[in-house]
């Protein structure tokens, strides 16, 4: 029980007047851990470079390139500094906007950025809403009708369904819908993102895993929130069945299903990569996948940065919903 | 963890049928990867300029390549390469993430902090952004693509790894070993490795898997292995580019990294659900709730118009029982109840746990579990027949008129939801108040049941409430409404002993403003004899006896209800002296013995009780259900020490 005493004590434990107050508390430690996460991505990045063995440069341009041409492209990059200099550089470049320079094309790796994200973006962002929006109706229905000692068949019907679908990789499910609806069918188009039918198919092959996995999890989660005691409570307020289920059950149940919906939108702007290969989506996906056959390491690099912020963001903005949605996580993790 | 059982365990697993098949299937590709390469090697290198992208015919089964070689004799012969990929990634991962994972304990304490800080970063990005970060380190190349899945792998299995540690470090005899001098080292060999292999290896087969979708991903990609060399994601790469053609050639390799993929999956899952072992992704598992409770819609047969000169009777209940599926057919729970409660009246009923009190108050309550059945031959609550189907209109008239006070406070509010607007909830959907009408009346009701400052209390969460405090908001949601009935359930067992008083005063002064009755469930006697007029008590899904709770103490006839107050600890009793408890045990209600339930444990019971079961018959004193009631018991005989108990 040390928990229930650490809940008692918490909002009456004195310290300084604005210390005490969890929310403060709370922001500070989340954004400390958030700069320390960046400092060690933005590390991370200007890291690759220098560990990948051989000359990147010499890499990039080919064996053909002159070895005037490798030293000037070195020397304009900055590759014959000491490594220090070279970071204090690096990082100063991105405070005032400048991610460095494509090795093949010349072109500000910032101007590249600008060009593709837009359409990582939508696709993300659509994906996740469609996701959402089957998931959370399927586990919630899934939930009620399932609830204990209730459809047995549904729930095994349910359980395997989302498993499969939850487990196939987002690229065999697009080669798959590419098949089906593009070849065979030919419905869809399955290529760029030039009309809204384009959206149709990298959208749902990227909702559909991970709105299986999110509404596994809402379904066992609401189980074990019908049977709780404040669902009891709510019944004895007599509420109709509508309230009890969406406003009381449905809340606690959003808690696990919002941390791990964390987890899968990470996962989500990572599948942006393959699906983006898959549907030939003109976005960060497509290019970072050139770019790294091309060794064009500059852009790879700001590419990867740009994931690992979005990652990064996504995980502070859960944090801080779930903080909302269930006041106790917050104080948990004094 | 001793080598027998838990290989009994890990058998039990191939015992679902799941287990089996994916057992079997996990078996066939790895004999597959052994001998696949050397039957067909020269199959699939046969290069056929004459037949290039065939679809399916009788010679290639799923058609061709752009060489014309066969499709199916390459997906076979790259089981191997495939496997050989997999495995040594998820190697690596193991090994990263164990080592990783111990360090913590092994290093100091500062160093041990940053490793556990950097498992924490590193896992909060997905596999694939790590494993194109090390990708592009390590190269492209099926190298640098095992080493890039491998240690993307890793912090996972750190953070796993580091769980189990901390979990097998805190056990007793770890903790003992390290006081007495045992190095960390050794403490590591010795006790924390042999605890942590059989999970590791579990989730390395679930991470097995894994690692040969993200292979797949990666040489799709085109970053993983470069031709010649053919793996099936390399296989399939090249298939899905003939996809107008030949669908077949992506379809094949596909289905197998898939089949492949899934079936180390669920197989190691299976296994894993057999032996009990956490899994990475059982980090969300369900929390604990306590059984459930919910209303059932019963539709009984009418039943005849109230007895006449009952105006006052509050709660009517006639022959109530509710029954539960088991095992092998329903299980009587609450087996017959018949009493009445009256305006203003405070009635109790105690009994062991496991006799129906609890039960026979939610089925009064119709807050009864859906699994139960509740049957009565009447339930009626102010004149309004229960047993009819729900409306809108009566779920109003229970929602304004009877109150429930439940026994755990801390659980029964939602934890998400402030204090003031769950009681207010109660307003707006039954009084048709507004939003902050409602909330005016909570901020009035929580004052009304003594909380301080109820305004601000009514901003806050549950978890800001002590237990008490909770318990009165409890109450005061109850008289949101205007009762003529609180049900209280335990209301003060889980409270501490400095609040249960305060607790049952405040019910006490509600039921006196408003000559409101009161139903109250409780185990302990004494608190019962003091809150109320009249007390049931219940043995086995019966009232045994019903008598005038002044009575209790000193003249209960039935031999269980002296038994009850017996072992209650009086005042004089040594604190030191060990509880009396009722010899014997309660009746299991799926096994009811013939005659009257109580006669196994009964001092009195004589050779009819066990034939026959004694109606609850009433006279002027109340009602009480034996062959022998009222006849002297010694007091040695009702009640012995807990040491006497096996
Ligand atoms: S009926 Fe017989 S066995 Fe039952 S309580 Fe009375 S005396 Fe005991």
């Known amino acids: 029980m040390a928990t229930t005493e650490a809940l008692r004590a918490a909002p009456t434990r004195t310290r300084g007047a604005w210390t005490a107050n969890p929310w403060v508390r709370f922001g500070a430690r989340r954004a400390g851990r958030l700069l320390v996460s960046l400092w060690v991505l933005v590390t991370a990045a200007f890291l690759m470079i220098h560990l990948i063995p051989g000359d990147p440069v010499r890499g990039a341009l080919g064996r053909t390139a002159s070895a005037e041409v490798v030293a000037a492209r070195r020397a304009s990059l900055g590759l014959d500094d000491p490594l220090w200099q070279q970071y204090l550089h690096y990082l100063k470049g991105l405070l005032t906007g400048d991610f460095g320079t494509s090795l093949i094309s010349q072109v500000p790796t910032s101007e590249i950025i600008s060009q593709r994200l837009p359409a990582t973006l939508w696709l993300a962002l659509l994906g996740f809403l469609l996701a959402v929006l089957i998931a959370v109706p399927a586990g919630v229905a899934a939930g009620v009708l399932t609830r204990r000692g209730h459809g047995r068949r549904t729930e095994l019907g349910f359980t395997t369904t989302s498993v499969v679908l939850g487990t196939i990789p987002d690229f065999m499910l697009g080669v798959a819908l590419v098949y089906v609806f593009g070849v065979q069918l030919d419905l869809l188009p399955v290529a760029g993102n030039s009309s809204a039918a384009a959206y149709v198919l990298p959208v749902a092959c990227l909702a559909i895993g991970p709105a299986a996995i999110l509404a596994r999890v809402i379904r066992v989660e609401m189980v074990a929130v019908l049977q709780a005691d404040f669902v009891r409570t709510a019944r004895a307020k007599r ?50 996948t050139s770019s790294i056959l091309n060794k064009d390491y500059p852009v790879v690099q700001a590419i990867i940065l740009m994931y690992g912020l979005g990652v990064l963001v996504i995980n502070s903005i859960v944090d801080v919903s779930l903080a909302l949605l269930d006041p106790r996580s917050m104080i948990l993790e004094d | 963890m001793t080598g027998t059982p838990s290989r009994r365990r890990h058998l039990s697993a191939l015992r679902t049928p799941l287990g089996v098949v994916t057992a079997l299937l996990a078996i066939t590709v790895l004999v597959l990867a052994v001998v696949a390469p050397i039957l067909w090697t020269d199959s699939a290198k046969a290069v056929d300029t004459d037949d290039i992208l065939a679809g399916p015919s009788a010679e290639h089964w799923a058609g061709t390549d752009n060489l014309g070689r066969d499709i199916v004799f390459r997906t076979l012969v790259a089981t191997r390469l495939s496997i050989e990929l997999a495995l040594s990634a998820t190697l690596i991962a193991v090994v990263v993430g164990l080592v990783l994972g111990v360090a913590p304990q092994l290093l100091g304490r500062r160093a041990g ?92 087969t679930i991470g097995a898997g894994g690692a040969l979708l ?138 062991e746990s496991g006799s ?56 029964s509010f939602n934890p998400t939801r402030r204090i003031g607007g769950q009681l207010a909830e109660v307003s707006r959907h039954h009084h048709g108040l507004d939003r902050k009408q409602a909330m005016a009346r909570a901020v009035d009701r929580l004052g009304a049941v003594r909380i301080p400052a109820p305004e601000r209390r009514a901003r806050q969460y549950p978890h800001e409430f002590s237990g008490g405090m909770r318990q009165r908001a409890m109450i005061g949601m109850g008289i949101m409404g205007s009762p003529s009935l609180i049900i209280a359930d335990e209301p003060t067992t889980a409270l501490d002993v400095t609040v249960q008083q305060q607790v049952l005063d405040l019910l006490a002064a509600i039921r006196r403003e408003d000559d409101v009755a009161l139903v109250l469930i409780s185990h302990d006697v004494t608190v ?18 019903d008598l005038p709770a002044a009575d209790l103490a000193t003249a209960g006839r039935h031999p269980y209800t002296q038994a009850l107050v017996a072992a209650v600890p009086s005042m004089d009793t040594a604190l030191d002296e060990p509880l009396a408890v009722i010899p014997g045990r309660p009746v299991d209600p799926a096994d009811v013995p013939p005659g009257c339930a109580y006669a196994a444990r009964c001092p009195l019971a004589t050779e009819r009780c066990r034939v026959e079961d004694p109606p609850l018959a009433g006279d002027e004193r109340g009602r009480v259900a034996c062959w022998h009631a009222g006849e002297p018991i010694e007091p040695m005989q009702l009640s012995t020490t807990r040491t006497d108990v096996p």
């Open chain 2, 113 to 204: 902090r940053l490793v556990t800080a950097s498992i924490n970063i590193a896992v909060a990005f997905p596999g694939l952004l790590l494993a194109l970060f090390f990708a592009v380190v390590f190269g492209i190349g099926a190298t640098g693509a095992v080493l890039a899945i491998g240690l993307a792998g890793a912090p996972s299995f750190a953070r796993l790894v580091q769980t189990m540690v901390a979990g097998v470090v805190s056990l007793d005899y770890v903790a003992a070993a390290r006081t007495a001098g045992v190095g960390r080292f050794r403490i590591l060999v010795r006790h924390v490795l042999p605890n942590v292999a059989e999970p590791l290896v579990v989730n390395a």
């Open chain 1, 239 to 288: 509420l109709p069945s509508a309230r009890v289920y969406l406003g009381h059950a449905l809340p606690n149940a959003l808690t696990a299903a919002l941390t791990l919906s964390g987890l899968l939108l990470t996962g989500m702007v990572a599948g942006t990569v393959l699906v983006e290969n898959v549907f030939a989506w003109p976005g960060l996906g497509s290019t970072i």
């Open chain 2, 528 to 545: 019962v004899g003091e809150v109320c007029d009249r007390v049931l008590v219940m043995y086995a899904g019966r009232i045994v006896e």
């Open chain 2, 356 to 411: 129906g009190k609890s039960l026979t108050a939610l089925a009064v309550s119709q807050l009864v579990d859906d699994l139960g059945q509740v049957d009565a031959e009447r339930l009626r609550f102010l004149g309004e027949d229960l047993l009819t189907s729900d409306t809108a209109a009566r779920r109003k008239m229970l929602g304004t008129s009877m109150a429930m006070v439940f026994q755990d406070p801390m659980t």
């Open chain 2, 214 to 351: 993200a292979f797949a991903g990666l040489s799709f990609l085109g970053l993983g292995v470069q031709a010649p060399a053919y793996d099936w994601g390399r296989l399939l790469f090249d298939g899905v580019s003939a996809l107008y053609v030949n669908p077949g050639a992506a379809l094949v390799p596909g289905l197998a990294v898939l089949v492949t993929g899934l079936s180390f999956n669920l197989f190691g899952e299976s296994i894993a659900k057999a032996v009990g072992v956490p899994t990475q992704g059982t980090a969300l598992a369900p929390r604990t709730v306590v059984a459930p409770r919910r209303s059932t819609d019963h539709a009984g047969p009418a039943t005849e118009a109230p007895v006449g000169g009952t105006d006052d009777v509050v709660l009517d209940v006639r022959d109530l029982e509710v029954a539960f599926p088991g095992a092998d057919g329903p299980v009587q729970v609450v087996r017959g109840v018949t009493f009445a409660v009256r305006r203003g009246e405070a009635v109790g009923i105690v009994g």
